[in-house]
T-cell receptor, first 109, second 116 residues
Framework: TQLLEQSPQFLSIQEGENLTVYCNSS?????LQWYRQEPGEGPVLLVT?????EVKKLKRLTFQFGDARKDSSLHITAAQPGDTGLYLC?????????FGAGTILRVKS | GAVVSQHPSWVICKSGTSVKIECRSL??????MFWYRQFPKQSLMLMAT?????????EQGVEKDKFLINHASLTLSTLTVTSAHPEDSSFYIC????????????FGPGTRLTVL
């Protein structure tokens, strides 16, 4: 069974601070995706990383895929209250997505 | 493009009744749809994989007779929660993979089920 460990589970920071969310596994994934979900809504895809060592940037968000394609990180620079939400990583394996436990991010103004 | 809708967005029902949730791909055909369940402040747990024209594949621990899945067309999958009980109260989310193109899963907005 493929498992994804996501940390931290909860993060409360002040506006303007930086943060990093980690996603780790002992399994290799063909790709890894990051989602953001707001209460009462479905998850929205932020990015897909496919190649080991890949780095993708989306405005203030930087996503990295580990060289061995077993881990990934999401770094947010200068967090804003609008970044508040549940962040989920998901690894693709066998045409299924395996989700991490999620990180609840709260950015206070 | 790649919009997935769910209906209803929320439903409240009495214990013992059955509830049907629809998942539609609005602007693409989906050979495969997935049904997830999410409890408050928790992650998504895959319940089953629904393939058009064939029986759904259920994840371990998910009762197929309780959670009936029908994928009768390339744009519609339904999840029926039979004889619902309060412990079935949850947020149910579907996703769909396009018949043509990448394997990206496009998620619906979810359905909040509350069983009294």
């Amino acid at each position: 069974t493929q498992l994804l460990e996501q940390s931290p589970q909860f993060l409360s920071i002040q506006e303007g601070e930086n943060l990093t969310v980690y996603c780790n596994s002992s399994s290799v994934f063909s790709s890894l995706q990051w989602y953001r979900q707001e209460p009462g809504e479905g998850p929205v895809l932020l990015v897909t990383v496919v190649t080991g060592g890949e780095v993708k940037k989306l405005k203030r968000l930087t996503f990295q895929f580990g060289d061995a394609r077993k881990d990934s990180s999401l770094h947010i620079t200068a967090a804003q209250p609008g970044d508040t939400g549940l962040y989920l990583c998901a690894g693709e394996g066998g045409n299924k997505l395996v989700f991490g436990a999620g990180t609840i991010l709260r950015v206070k103004s | 493009g790649a919009v997935v809708s769910q209906h209803p967005s929320w439903v409240i029902c009495k214990s013992g009744t059955s509830v049907k949730i629809e998942c539609r791909s609005l602007d693409f055909q989906a050979t495969t749809m997935f049904w997830y369940r999410q409890f408050p402040k928790q992650s998504l747990m895959l319940m089953a994989t629904s393939n058009e024209g064939s029986k759904a594949t259920y994840e371990q621990g998910v009762e197929k007779d309780k959670f009936l899945i029908n994928h009768a067309s390339l744009t519609l999958s339904t999840l029926t929660v039979t004889s619902a009980h309060p412990e079935d109260s949850s947020f149910y989310i579907c996703s769909a993979i396009a018949a043509v193109g990448t394997d990206t899963q496009y998620f619906g907005p979810g359905t909040r089920l509350t069983v009294l």
